[in-house]
């Protein structure tokens, strides 16, 4: 089966896409401007700069987030990171390129690292055995699972259980599916630099009986100081947590208008009449109210709990605190055309000093795709067919 192209989650088939829009070639993009171009231990800068700089031509770029069914694999999964380059835009539109240099990525089993990690996705009632591999490691780490009521043991906070799995070593939590819902995983260890250099992903609890709706999507906003990924790549960077600095916002790593290239970013594609449902999930450290055009739509949970229908509201925008999740739904029912999705803090919505930029997106209708502004964006996007 073709993956879905868009956001991950189901979104039309890359053949629907082709027949769609018509860019089934490659697009020259030479040339095109964008609008708005104009035993806990202490990690320091050494800890990675002598083996980084001979590593940084060699390391793999990251690729999107897969969605791993764990139930489909009876219930296990193997997580590992990788050192790898993250190229949250690689072009020249909208003032890019955007590049981190080094981030730590998670990847899944024998899958692709990618930041965020892989989507761990499983049901109520079905438990998981997390393993973290570390054989190849460089530093430690852990895994904490977000919501999930779980035995002390597998919390994954070395500070309160004793438990930190070295270079060399492996480790397997027994994660319960007992809290349905959109939750989050990330290192645990030095936490606030681990999480910075793109170890996190989402982990999503079906409920018992769950009705899918006719698009779903996750989406990740992160924004980042990219001096620690500078620092850690061996380059002249000196970063500092107590005067972080952010100048990178990505939706599902990526910074517009990367965002909107179908197979590397995260449009989010609906046809007319769809149900559609977002996880939207911050993994940062800063608020991000996220605004959708032209569309009302209703936050039906937050952070793995469901809002009475009493006590929903159609709004535009919602405001998603470090750490949230919160799942919205709405009906494609505008007139058929291409939307943003963004995060209202201006300077979020930018690539440095270029304007657009950076946490921005889209709702791309199917029948708007067969446009010359579609095919524009395109190229901006960097889609080559």
Not at 45 to 52: C, E, I, R, W
Not at 184 to 192: A, D, R, V
Request: glycine residues 10%; negative net charge.
């Amino acid at each position: 089966m073709t993956d879905p192209i868009g956001a991950p989650g189901s979104g039309i088939s890359r053949r629907d896409f082709v027949k769609a829009s018509g860019v089934g070639g490659a697009l020259a993009i030479a040339g095109c401007s964008a609008p708005g171009d104009p035993k806990e231990t202490v990690e320091t800068a050494t800890d990675t700069a002598a083996t980084a700089a001979n590593q940084s031509s060699d390391l793999p770029t990251t690729s999107p987030p897969e969605v791993v069914n764990v139930d489909e694999q009876g219930g296990e999964v193997t997580l590992s990171s990788v050192p790898a380059r993250h190229d949250a835009h690689p072009g020249e539109t909208m003032g890019g390129p955007v590049e981190l240099p080094q981030v730590w990525a998670f990847k899944a089993d024998d899958g692709e690292p990618s930041v965020p990690g892989p989507i761990l996705r499983t049901t109520e009632g079905s438990p998981m055995e997390v393993t973290f591999d570390n054989s190849d490691g460089m530093r430690p780490h852990t895994v904490h699972f977000h919501a999930v009521q779980k035995q002390w043991e597998d919390d994954g906070v070395p500070t309160t259980t004793g438990i930190r799995i070295d270079p060399g070593e492996s480790h397997t939590y027994t994660i319960p599916a007992n809290v349905p819902g959109t939750h989050l995983y990330h290192c645990h260890y030095q936490t606030h630099r681990h999480i910075d250099m793109g170890m996190y992903g989402i982990f999503r609890v079906d409920p018992e009986g769950y009705e899918p709706a006719d698009k779903e999507y996750f989406m990740t906003l992160k924004e980042w100081d990219s001096r620690l990924n500078r620092q850690m790549a061996g380059m002249d960077a000196t970063y500092d947590v107590r005067n972080r600095r952010p100048d990178t916002f990505t939706i599902n790593g990526k910074s517009a208008p990367r965002t909107l290239h179908p197979e590397d970013g995260s449009p989010i594609i609906v046809e007319q009449g769809d149900t559609v449902r977002i996880h939207m999930c911050n993994n940062g450290y800063m608020d991000h109210p996220m605004h959708i055009h032209n569309h009302r739509f209703q936050v039906t949970h937050k952070d793995g709990g469901k809002i009475p229908e009493a006590a929903r509201h159609d709004q535009d925008i919602t405001s998603i605190p470090p750490a949230g999740r919160h799942t919205i739904e709405f009906e494609a029912d505008a007139d058929p055309g291409i939307y943003l999705a963004h995060c209202h803090k201006v300077s979020h919505a930018m690539n440095g000093t270029s304007y657009p930029g950076g946490m921005v997106t889209g709702v791309v209708y199917k029948d708007a795709m067969d446009t010359d502004i579609f095919k524009q964006l395109m190229e901006y996007a960097g889609y080559e067919g």
